[in-house]
């Protein structure tokens, strides 16, 4: 909601009544569209987990987009999200068939000034997407938003390469990322540095709403000896161009991460 009238008038970014916005109904299309493509293709078999943003437009576009079909009352799965979630209009979403998941704070928007970059009590996120996991969210009330701070680039770039890393401590290999187009771009723009300018090119176009890429990300220690001055080799692992879904000798391999 807030980039529609963003687009007409900046100012509107600093407005209290799009304090963490909602999806517009065409975004919930877009959802949908997307839903359907990743149902159709296979992708949403392959998923593990997701992670989402802890603010209202992420977390209804990852149930949106991956979540079960229609939610019918059982005692054996909550709802991903219940009717309504932010008056969106929107029928409840099943968690049943759906990969789990969690919210990440560490993959948000740009922290503060803007309300749309605000986040909800997660109390509150709690009611309304009751099978999505918020505890490693370390504080109810949003303390990393200030009214009068903007968080720098360079801030949200080290908190991007932050997540980065943390991403490396999770078990799941293909792991679908519902962030923001400012985060990707910031924190996408810190990689490739050593990379013919086309790739470069590549890694850093902004995301387009409710847009899908996969990316793998490669454990440096499996590619050959390199003198590269950043974490993006931009060369090939050893051994065979195995499925996603292949067993693994040792353990070790790329992480893909579908990223919206």
């Not at 065409?26 to 603010?55: D, F, M, Y």
């Not at 997540?163 to 293909?174: D, V």
């Amino acid at each position: 909601m807030h980039n529609v009238e963003g687009d007409k008038n900046y100012k509107a970014y600093l407005s209290p009544q799009y304090f963490d916005a909602q999806l517009t109904q065409l975004g919930w299309q877009q959802v949908g569209n997307l839903h359907k493509h990743v149902r159709t293709c296979g992708l949403s078999k392959r998923i593990e987990l997701v992670i989402a943003s802890p603010l209202l437009r992420t977390l209804q576009t990852a149930v949106g987009v991956f979540g079960g079909g229609g939610y019918t009352d059982r005692t054996d799965a909550l709802p991903l999200m219940v009717a309504n979630a932010g008056n969106s209009g929107q029928a409840a979403i099943s968690s049943l068939n759906s990969p789990p998941f969690i919210a990440v704070e560490l993959c948000r928007e740009h922290f503060g000034v803007h309300p749309c970059d605000k986040r909800q009590n997660i109390s509150d996120y709690q009611f309304l997407f009751p099978a999505i996991d918020f505890s490693l969210i370390e504080t109810d009330e949003d303390e990393m938003w200030k009214a009068n701070v903007r968080e720098t680039t360079e801030e949200l770039t080290a908190r991007g390469l932050k997540f980065m890393n943390w991403l490396w401590t999770r078990k799941e290999k293909e792991i679908a990322i519902v962030t923001h187009s400012g985060f990707l771009f910031h924190t996408l723009n810190a990689f490739g540095n050593d990379c013919h300018p086309l790739v470069k090119k590549e890694i850093c176009n902004r995301f387009a709403n409710c847009e899908l890429r996969s990316m793998v990300i490669v454990d440096r220690s499996m590619t050959e000896s390199d003198p590269a001055t950043t974490n993006y080799p931009g060369k090939i692992p050893r051994g065979l161009d195995l499925p996603s879904d292949a067993p693994e000798e040792d353990g070790g391999g790329p992480k893909t991460n579908s990223v919206i």
